[in-house]
């Protein structure tokens, strides 16, 4: 299995395989950062940061079982300077996730990360955690003059890619697809999908939301949205000609193969690396290798965006 390479590329930036963490697992400290980088994933992602630090929601913010995970963290994080000076001790690739918000309030941030070691900014404008601020990916007007603002501003020399909620109605894709392909020259990215948004869990014996904030309410991971993850990505690498970073439930060299067929260049893996810790990078790996050497496939690009269809 020595020829089998899962290598892969977001743009011009190589990894040395098709695997990194999510935003917001596993990332908020330096301390985690460095441990990702010491580990077998291809690319290390940042917590999604704000201008300033931030505590987040209170807790319990965050569960998880076999199938799915739900956390309302409040966008926990080291204020955006802490991710830039991280870029210094990362040896591969970096992707500093900056939430919507931050640039809302200083834009000059993209200025400031293009002089770093940050490789690529990824842009959540899908948080669903946030108490009365609504997801920009779900308003469309806003969303398209956000990025209009973005991409006005000149002073930036980064690779961008835009993290989305996951969507669910065709007529949504449709505009999500209209509004993204105005910018095919400044995306490189798309990063699908953020959590399913305002779930509710039930601790049965408490008879109680099993998290706090927003009575409850939170984004859904894990197992049960791969579905859902592999659509989203289907339909962008179908409708859109920018790289796909597919993000949803990924537990296992199967998972990375399918969201891979469906048009993932590269893809996240979240809840199960907070279940599992770092290893989980080597052991998705040698399973996509795995089943790659049982297809006869020596690189992702033999079966990358090939799903046939009946
Ligand atoms: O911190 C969070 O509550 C959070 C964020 Br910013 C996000 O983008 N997705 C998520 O599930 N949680």
Redesign the pocket.
């Known amino acids: 299995m020595d020829d089998i390479s899962t290598q892969s590329y977001i743009g011009d930036i190589m990894l040395e395989n098709c695997l990194m963490n999510a935003s ?1 697992c596993n990332c908020q400290f330096l301390s985690d950062l460095i441990q990702l980088d010491k580990s077998n994933s291809g690319a290390v992602v940042s917590k ?1 940061c704000s201008v300033n630090n931030r505590l ?1 929601n209170p807790i319990p913010r965050y569960y998880h079982n076999d199938t799915l995970s739900i ?6 994080n080291e204020g955006y300077k802490y991710y830039i000076e991280a870029g210094d001790s990362i040896h591969k690739p970096y992707i500093m996730s900056i ?1 919507s918000q931050a640039l809302y309030e200083d834009i000059s941030i993209l200025e400031k990360a293009s002089s770093s070691n940050i490789s690529a900014i990824e842009l ?1 404008v ?4 946030i108490a009365g601020d609504p997801q920009l990916s779900y308003s469309f007007d806003r969303l398209e003059e956000f990025l209009r603002k973005v991409f006005e501003y000149a002073d930036y020399n980064k690779h961008i890619g835009i993290k989305l909620s996951p969507y669910f109605d065709i007529s949504h894709f449709n505009m999500a697809f209209d509004i993204l392909n105005m910018f095919k020259t400044n995306i490189t990215f798309l990063t699908c999908i ?2 399913i948004g305002n779930g509710l869990y039930i601790d049965l014996d408490k008879e109680e939301p099993i998290i706090k904030p927003k009575n409850g309410l939170g ?1 859904l991971g894990g197992s049960i949205v791969k579905p859902t993850g592999l659509a989203n990505v289907n339909l962008f690498a179908n409708n859109t000609n920018f790289d796909i970073v597919g993000c949803g439930g990924i537990t296992s060299g199967q998972d990375a193969f399918e969201y891979i067929l469906c048009g993932a260049k590269t893809v996240q893996v979240g809840t199960q690396l907070v279940k599992e810790g770092t290893d989980v990078f080597s052991r998705i790996d040698s399973e996509l290798k795995k089943i790659m050497y049982d297809k006869n496939y020596n690189s992702i690009e033999c079966f990358r965006n090939k799903l046939t269809y009946k």
């Open positions: 917001g999604s987040g956390n309302s963290m409040g966008l926990p939430s959540n899908s948080c669903p955690n953020n959590g984004g």
